[in-house]
């Protein structure tokens, strides 16, 4: 039977590619830098590939590597979670969140799964509201962590595109004047949507206009408007409109946590949340479409998100 692997390999493994060093890696693990070498000469000979590559100063994951990364994360949450469920002083009080409600619908499901398993004392409020809402109550003291777009002092633990998308059943993005469905004045991928139509000369009207993902989803759906919205939220039965269809490339999306001002027990609860969201985006994938619904490999996704690459334009989402 083979050896299991080394969980202290894998947390430094997981360090290195978060880091970007082996030297930041070696200080957060608090190991020699000879020591954080030596332990991935082992774990490449224990996995019999080799894991980083040399580009120019930066050591880079292989392929290979790329692939560990996944199982490594996915290991290392399972032995905190493992831990946690017998730990008798785990965590107990209560925390509030804020999400706008088209990250809710996409990410909420796997945040509160992970960290209620860890968790199981501990009471957790959501609030879904627009970002410049959640950014107020943050400040405010009404909500101690948010999960919100583009805000400049959030830590940012998630990187999508932001994609022009229409029905798969319907033309409304051949029409003179676009139809438009979009959030509030104030949404970041509205302003940008609209500064890239009005700079190349493309007529355009806004139909409709809510802060609600739903009602934009319908509305987009229904054939009745087009809009942009971030890779999460895309749904079955939306088409990904590209520069063969006359849409430029828009700004990608910066997800961040915003954390407000808590006390000592509460600053340690919204510590594990915090790392919870930031675990449980990067292990979440987004259902990428493909044409004529055909060939897709759901195990291939984190690799492929992970490398950048998005969707093609004009593809159709798929039921999930």
Known sequence: MAAPLDLDQLT???????????????????RTQSAVSMQMRRLEERIGKPLFEKEGRINRLTEEGERLLVYARQMLRLNRETLAAFDDRSLEGHIRIGMPDDYAERFLPEIVARFSRSNPRVELSVLCEPTSNLVHHV????????????????????????????????????REVLPMAFGRPSCSWRRAA?????????????????????????????????SVLPECALRPGMRVLG?????????????????GRTSQS????????????????????????????????????PHRIRRGKRLRPSQVLPGW
């Open 12 to 30: 430094t493994f997981v360090a290195i590619a978060d880091t970007g060093s082996f030297t930041r890696a070696a200080e957060e693990v608090h």
């Open 139 to 174: 400040r405010n003291g009404h909500l101690d962590i948010a999960l919100l777009t583009d805000e400049e002092s959030s830590e940012v633990v998630r990187r999508e595109p932001i994609l022009w998308v229409g029905s798969a059943n319907h033309s409304a993005h051949e």
């Open 194 to 226: 609209c500064a890239a139509l009005e700079a190349m000369g493309r007529e355009y009207r806004i139909l409709f206009t809510s802060f609600s993902a739903t009602a934009i989803a319908a509305a987009v759906l229904s054939g009745a408007a087009i």
């Open 243 to 259: 520069e063969s269809d006359g849409f430029p490339l828009l700004p990608d999306c910066r997800i961040g946590i915003l954390r």
């Open 266 to 301: 509460q600053s340690e609860i919204a510590e594990a949340l915090t790392r919870h969201i930031a675990e449980s985006l990067d292990n979440i994938s987004v259902p990428l479409a493909v044409e004529e619904h055909q060939g897709f490999d759901f195990a291939t996704l």
